[in-house]
C-alpha cells in the first residue's frame, strides 16, 4: 500500500504522472528517496529511446543578464508545437540561455556537458533528458550565440 502523503509529496516535486509514481513507490516498498533514483532512472531510459525522434518546432529563448553587458540567444527544439508553449518547455529553453550567457560554452556538446548552474550535481544534458522524460519528446538544442559587451 503507497503512503498517499508519499505520492503526493513525489508528485509534486517530480511533476510526473500519479500512475508513475505510485508505480515507483510500489517499486521501492513506499521508499521516498529510492523513488526519485528510480523515476530518474526510467526518465533516462524513455529519454534515450526518444533521441532518434525528429524535432521542428521549439523556441529562440533569448536571456539578458542584470547589468545588460552579457546575453545570449539559444535555439531549442522538440516535436510539437503543443510542448514548446508549456511552460516545462519554456523554463528549459530560458535556463539554457541562462546557462549560455553566464558559462559560455564552446558549442553545443560542451553545453551538454557543462554542471547545471543552478544545481551542480546534474549537467545540462541531464536537464533536458529529465525534461524529456517529463513532457514525453525529444528535446535538442539546435545551436546558441553568446554576445558580451
Not at 502523503?5 to 500519479?18: A, P, V
Not at 521542428?56 to 536571456?63: P, T
Not at 508545437?81 to 559560455?104: C, G, N, P, W, Y
Not at 564552446?106 to 544545481?119: A, F, G
Request: aromatic residues 6%.
Amino acid at each position: 500500500m503507497v503512503n498517499i502523503d508519499t505520492l503526493k509529496k513525489l508528485r509534486l516535486e517530480t511533476g510526473i504522472s500519479i500512475a508513475e509514481c505510485k508505480k515507483a513507490l510500489e517499486q521501492t516498498d513506499g521508499n521516498y528517496d529510492k523513488a526519485l533514483v528510480w523515476l530518474k532512472k526510467q526518465g533516462l531510459e524513455k529519454a534515450a529511446k526518444k533521441a532518434d525522434r525528429e524535432t521542428n518546432q521549439g523556441l529562440i529563448e533569448s536571456y539578458i543578464h542584470q547589468n545588460g553587458k552579457v546575453g545570449s540567444l539559444a535555439v531549442v527544439l522538440c516535436e510539437t508545437d503543443f510542448v514548446a508553449r508549456t511552460e516545462d518547455f519554456k523554463h528549459l529553453s530560458h535556463e539554457i540561455a541562462m546557462q549560455v550567457a553566464a558559462m559560455s560554452p564552446r558549442d553545443v556538446d560542451t553545453l551538454l556537458k557543462q554542471e547545471y548552474i543552478r544545481d551542480s550535481s546534474i549537467t545540462i544534458g541531464d536537464l533536458i533528458k529529465q525534461t524529456v522524460a517529463k513532457l514525453g519528446e525529444n528535446i535538442v538544442v539546435k545551436e546558441f550565440k553568446r554576445f558580451e559587451l
